[in-house]
């Protein structure tokens, strides 16, 4: 029990006590230990990434290994995997090598792609936003119309009213940014802020176990 | 108008792609799952690559192996990686704990003060506006100041949301969403544009429309 | 057989590949250039780079006998190491359709000369009925068409190309570009001897035409000209350099950049005086998708020499003949102050000749270590040295300079001429001191002195635009764009023909007139260290004080009645009190009648700081940097601590205009040691300890058993009913923890939802799919799941395959996922953690599916597309109050309400920090002031 449940307890205890103490430090000595934290928390991570490809490489096996439904596509993944490696392998990965080719014009240009989509959705989400029947939601609404006008030329030439020493609609969607978006900000900041707060000290006081996975 | 079309493989390769991506806006089809495909494994790939080239060897063994003397230590962090993997052994799981136990607690303790200096200091510092008796101090700091306080006053959690407290938490919720209405509406523009950059690579790019 | 047709295809055709590049050319005039005065431990190396060689870098290649360099390349080459690739920007093709850069229609021939160890001169000239005959017999070709961009590569490959020297310009008479009125900005000093009386200060706006010389020039039509042979005026306004000429059958590329590189002696590269050494540039292009070529220069050779020192080319002495002082200025100018880095200088003497002594005995520059010049050694310094003061120097005394570099050779200067001037009166920073500077890791040292100042300029200025547009022509006045511009008034003495070139008439004039209230912006600049505490800028003006405390340096005053105003600037310390001493307050007449501005009124001398170990002597103290006039402060960074260990003095010199000197007192000795405690954190450190306190008494104090009211959170209160309607449908559940880490305390919190969200699916026996994207979330996912299923008593619907690792890119994840939720038709989705952009594809690709969703995120980017896709949302915090009130810890719950109580003493905190800065009280709110983070 001490082995498995108490020690590693101890451990995140000391490390979060230490850790805490190295920032109000500036001594070279509390430095070392800083740099030291980054390079192995580093190395750690480096070797936790395995765990993830193996999960990865046994999913997709065992998908074609059952032939469940779309195993074709694991084909393709895997040997898109073992292609990079191989590009690796027998040209290197320099700047204009066929790994670093392969991954800007396939792999680059679908993330940059399905990034575009959220054009698409954006919209959709603003259709969605549209048919809210809440008054909060109807206030978000007026305040993102308000925003997105107040973002292109056109939101200033539409304010006729200006002449006439009404705000325009950049004036109001200046307003809106830096007052009450901000507020909402720095509200959620603060909250966050606390919650991050107790949620570090009950790491560090071994309450919060989740992470260790019981 | 004139068509240069380009004489890059990888290029059409490319646009093969962007067109199988937007497909998917149509409907689930073989195109897309071929796109997502290829992304993933190909992004897999280069990640396996790269880490093994410039995380294993260029953070790891490297230095572990030219400077030994003086970075004897990084042993100990890759045990304690190694134990991590012993999860792959379900006898051997909890040895795993010693390295999230590093982790999580060293990662804590760098964040409890900064935490507090970022997320509770600087925040009030900011806030902290005097209130001036001008329209201009009224449409800015007393609104931010009214804001942040009724916002807060919504996130209590022990107290019910009822009568004066209520009211006050209902004013912090209208704030929270205009807040994220002018965040949305920020959003927007930015977010089309992408879709500009796409079409604009395959008219460029692919096609040659050299004017654009 | 089939097969073995197919590789020989396979390989014809990368053979034809191969052998079809004549195009680019080799690196064209590699030159090498050993660093004069150095220690024999750099080269130079540069050669021609022409715009239309396409390349994607070059590598420098050096002699060595090792490692191959690469594997594409011959045996041959094998012994070549690359030192350094250098990427070079290749001009993009680009295809040209304008008419202008035909020249058919032109006579213009060429013709190259040929040059040594150059590349050809190409000649360019138009035909007459003079030159017709002799230019002909040349071989000289007629120009079709010139290229102001770089063509693309199908046309540069149809005829063959010369790489030439001639930077020619295309003269292009635009007409239209000759006749528009520029606008212009003009200095006010121009225009006080015409305009005395306008009601403005400050830079005048002109509209300008050209001059008939102009207009003549450009009735010439089109002309192919080398700079030297054109006003640089007309060159810049009408010339377009050209990087092609190109005739029927060649194309002349005369454009080119010299490529350069300075490789300085290293561990990897050692450069070792008088060792030879043999260089080679190479062209790495790319040409077709996956094919490289390479294309070597001719090599050249090199020996580094360990040169004797060089004496400075700014040598000056500057002599005061009252004081009887002398001022050596040690500086070097031109293309030795570019390279003075490199030298291996270690000291210079300077030495007064025996009297009777005229000229300097000629001597060969020796390397013997103990050559001692005849004369008296007056002074010793390091080769850091910028200048120094010699007392006591009689107006007829011999004064030379001796320099040594690292191996004891030694160079001699013959003997400076002096050069009368009278002392500048230069003061001495009053009050300096050297210290260990604290709050750090023990690598710093600080020097302070001086007091707070002050420095103000201000702008009276119109609140909107009212310009005003006055007709001159009728003066014939003449704007002359010369450095400090000026004006010709065409008159009897001064006729049309003598104005210059590039001079052009004036037609209107634009100035603004003021209204009746204008806007006063007031700029400063506070000069102070940090012993002085000093912190905002406090302005009084017009009844009016405003305090700057978002350190914007200005500030404006709006609406201003014409006038004459005082302005009292003054300096707010840290503890809220202002200043007391008499630099810290500025009072300035400010006359708001005309727009005008002013300038601040800077010291033009600096300080030079030099760091040594022994007092006595003064070639340990180093140049370490230098300082503005109107610094206050200089830390001495060491770099590493380890440096620091010591004692340490320091010097300051004041460095005048015109370069006279002054010098303090010795300075130190300083320590230098690390601190246990940063005290500029100590705000922090209370804060933490109070928070802490709070909370750790609050959390243990519910431990006891009290229980207390929790308000229900709609997300949390939802998660039975969508997990009830995904196990009446029979469809999967979805669980996305976000791309953040373990650390990440949205993911943490994600992670005990998590397991909630498990022992539910599993009481349902439902399935439940987890696709993740950090490696360690993953295995704390597994985990959490199959404890979740176990506890169930389910241990059997656990799936390890449904917790998996899914994708290693943001969006090849978001279409990953994307994909599954169409795919498997999961009847809930839950996003809780850290989420990025790729939270609006997940939320609306699942509500397309008709899915419920319930989301949870800290992040305020995020939060409103998950409010508009999803049923439920917990925002910011809510999402971590969700993870202590589905826990059954009463500890979890205890945080709770630690986290209330803290909020509430943010509140009172925020109330009182408002309180005190409408009131004017500083040091509250300065508390709460965020030190840097490192």
Known sequence: MFWKKQLPLIIVFMMGLIMTVQYFIPHHVSKWVYVNYVDWAIVIAIFGAFLGYFSFLRVHITRIRKKTSNWVFSVITLASVLIMIVFALIDGKGSDSLFQNMFLYTSAAINATVFSLLAFYISSASYRAFRAHSAQAVALLLAAVIMMLGRVPIGDKISFWSAWGIPSINTVSQWILNSPNMAAKRAIALGVGLGSLLMTLKIILGIERTYLGN | ?212 | MRRLWLVFVVLLILSLLQAEDTFPPKPLTPNLIDIPGDGGNNVYISWKHFATVPGIRYDILRYTTGKDYDKHRSTDDAKFEVITPLQVKTQLPVLEDELYNDLSPYDFYIYTQPQENDVPKVIAVKLTDENRDSILALGAQKIVRVELEVPPREILDKIPNIFGEGAYYLILPDTLIANVYRPKSVPENVWEFYWSDLPYEGDLSLELKPSQKELDFVDKGVQLLLPGEIEQYYLFKYGKRIISLVTDSVRYTVKYDNISFLQRSSEENPIYPDSHYVYKVCLVQTWKPIKKVFMDSDTVGITPKNEPPIIPNALTALYDSTNSELVLRLSYSGFLNNIKTLFDNVSYSIYKAPEGMETMPVEEDSIEEESTPIGELLFKVSSTWKAVKLNDIKPNDNIFLVMTDTIGQTTKSDFIPFNPVTAESLVLPPNIIARDKGNDEGDQAILVWDYPELAIKYSVENPTPNLRTENVQERKLYWIPAQDGSLIEISDTIGLEEIPYEAQEVVNIIYPIPLDKLNVRVVYEMWSNEDDKALYGEFRFNDKRKVDKEYTGEMEFENVKPGTYTLIGRVVKKSGGLLKNPESKVEIEISVNKISTTKFDKPDYYYAIYRGTDPEDLTTFKYVGKADGTDREFTDDFGDWKDAKGEFYYIVQVIGPSYWVARTVLLGPVHIKGNWFNFSKLPIFFAVFIFVAVALFFVYHIKKGREFYVRPIAGIVHIDEALGRATEMGRPIMYVAGLGWIGDIATICSMTILGKVASKAAEYQNRLIVPCYDPIVMIVAQETVKNAFMDAGRPDLYSEEDIYYIAAAQFAYAAAVSGLMIREQTAANFFMGRFYAESLILAETGASTGAIQVAGTDDMTQLPFFLTSCDYTLIGEELYAASAYLSKDPMQKGSLKAQDYLKALEMLLLIIGVAAATSGIYWFTNIFKAVGTE
Do not use: C
């Open chain 2, 1 to 212: 108008m004139t068509f240069n079309l380009s004489s890059n493989i990888w290029v059409w390769i490319a646009v093969f792609f962007t067109l199988s991506v937007y497909s998917f806006l149509w409907k689930d089809n073989p195109l897309f799952k071929f796109a997502e495909s290829v992304t993933v494994g190909v992004g897999m790939g280069y990640a396996m690559v790269q880490w093994f080239t410039l995380s294993l060897v260029g953070r790891f063994w490297t230095p572990l192996t030219t400077d030994f003397s003086s970075r004897f230590h990084l042993i100990i962090p890759a045990i304690m990686g190694l134990m991590l993997i012993t999860r792959i052994i379900p006898r051997f799981t909890w040895l795993s704990r010693y390295a999230l136990a590093f982790t999580m607690g060293a990662g804590s303790g760098f964040a409890l003060p900064r935490v507090i200096q970022a997320g509770v200091l600087q925040q009030l510092y900011a806030t902290m506006l005097p209130i001036e008796f001008s329209l201009h101090g009224f449409l800015y700091n007393l609104i931010i100041i009214v804001g942040v306080l009724s916002g807060l006053i919504y996130f209590f959690f022990s107290k019910e949301h009822k009568g004066w407290f209520g009211s006050i938490a209902n004013v912090g919720i209208w704030f929270l969403m205009v807040g994220f209405g002018a965040t949305f509406g920020y959003t927007v523009m930015a977010r089309l544009s992408l879709f500009i950059g796409r079409v604009l690579f395959v008219l460029r790019d692919a096609l040659g429309f050299l004017k654009i």
